[in-house]
């Protein structure tokens, strides 16, 4: 099992015996099937992740080790070696994440994230966004209180946390960015979105809003 890149950079120096062989057993002898050996059990292998891990991260991984068997064996000799096992994330998960890091290329000016606090796809997503916006994980529409108060997920602190004046009313237009964990139902995003256009004035009603995107039949 190989947590990150950093770890997968030190499996593939061991396959390449860049590095001694005693080094597996250091990182990885704990988490790994009894006997294992790495020069001879990584002869031909494949490469699949937690459903919910960061997909860029994952190919990361995937691509550590690919050329790694490639400097070992050429590349001529890959699919002898290394299992082509790309498409083992999960749809929703990576649909979520894709779509996540399409909203960081916008000029937004806080992000909303709704989802479980103990929801591993969730927090990935409130990792991107947190990068470049003020972010706050909520779980439903109840954590916003007023346009002065929300109770929100500190992932790192692993702790809820209270932020004050969180909503800049007073910026016009203010930018708003909403999404929530791929198993969020979308009825608790639904609800977040008319809580903080409540906060405002001449907001469009919603059949007014949806016009454009109506069926004509």
């Given at each position: 099992?190989?947590l990150?890149p950093?770890e ?6 061991i396959m390449?015996e860049?590095?001694?062989l005693?080094?597996f057993?250091?990182y990885?002898g704990?988490?790994?099937t009894?006997g294992f050996?790495?020069l001879k059990d ?8 937690q459903?919910?891990m960061?997909?860029?991260e994952t ?9 790694a068997?490639?400097?070992k064996?050429g590349e001529?000799?890959?699919?002898d070696?290394?299992?082509d ?5 999960c749809?929703a998960?990576n649909e979520n ?5 399409g909203l960081?290329e916008?000029?937004?000016d806080?992000?909303?994230v ?9 927090t ?6 947190e990068h470049?916006f003020?972010t706050?994980?909520i ?12 109770h929100?997920?500190?992932q ?6 209270v ?5 800049p009313t007073?910026?016009k237009?203010?930018?708003v960015?909403?999404?929530s964990?791929?198993s ?9 979105i008319?809580k ?9 009603e919603i059949?007014e809003?949806l016009?454009p995107?109506?069926s004509?039949?």
């Open positions: 099992m190989v990150n950093d997968a950079t030190i499996l593939a120096e390449l860049k590095r001694p005693s080094d057993d250091t990885f704990h988490k790994c009894p050996h790495p990584l002869n031909k292998f494949g490469v699949i992740n459903t919910t960061l997909a860029t190919k990361h991984v995937m691509e550590i080790l690919k050329q068997v490639i400097e064996y001529e000799n890959l699919k070696h290394f299992a096992t790309s498409d083992t994330l749809y998960t994440q894709t779509a996540t890091l960081m916008t000029d937004a806080i992000a909303l709704v989802g479980g606090y103990n929801s591993s796809n969730t990935h997503l409130v990792e991107l966004l470049k003020p706050y994980h779980r439903d529409a109840q954590e916003i209180k007023s346009p002065s108060e929300i929100h997920y500190d790192w602190k692993k702790e809820e946390l932020t004050h004046d969180w909503l007073d910026k237009p203010l930018k960015i909403i999404t964990g791929a969020c139902p979308d009825i608790l995003v639904d609800e977040v008319l903080v256009l409540s906060y405002f004035d001449g907001v469009k059949e809003a016009k995107f109506a004509s039949e």
